[in-house]
Nanobody, 123 residues
Framework: VQLVESGGGLVQSGGSLRLSCAAS????????MAWYRQAPGKERELVAE???????NYADSVKGRFSISRGGAKNTWSLQMNNLKPEDTAVYYC??????????????????WGQGTQVTVSS
């Protein structure tokens, strides 16, 4: 399963950005769609995730400011980021945990990552 991200860029503190991710491949279903980020010198961290049933989880640092949602097209999702802060500066990665089932009798779990997109928030 391949993930392609779009969005990101440079924005002033207090501004907004929207990231989008599209998954493509054969015979797969998404169990969890998510966004991670990695700032220079820091470990990659979970920003937001949405399970197939609709439940969501957010990092404490982004609660109330960021929102993950499904896109209008199948297998797409977005991260709306409002009231951005300089500490939100990082490379953002979309992530999907999927079930691949080319035939009914055979399926397996897999995880895919997008290529990453830079988000820079200036003070």
């Amino acid at each position: 399963v391949q993930l392609v991200e779009s969005g990101g860029g440079l924005v002033q503190s207090g501004g907004s950005l929207r990231l989008s991710c599209a998954a493509s491949g054969r015979a797969f279903s998404i169990n969890v769609m998510a966004w991670y980020r990695q700032a220079p010198g820091k470990e990659r961290e979970l920003v937001a995730e949405m399970h197939s049933g609709g439940s969501t989880n957010y990092a404490d640092s982004v609660k109330g400011r960021f929102s993950i949602s499904r896109g209008g097209a199948k297998n797409t999702w977005s991260l709306q980021m409002n009231n951005l802060k300089p500490e939100d500066t990082a490379v953002y990665y979309c992530n999907a945990r999927v079930t691949i089932a080319p035939v009914i009798e055979r399926s397996w779990q897999s995880e895919s990552w997008g290529q990453g997109t830079q988000v820079t928030v200036s003070s």
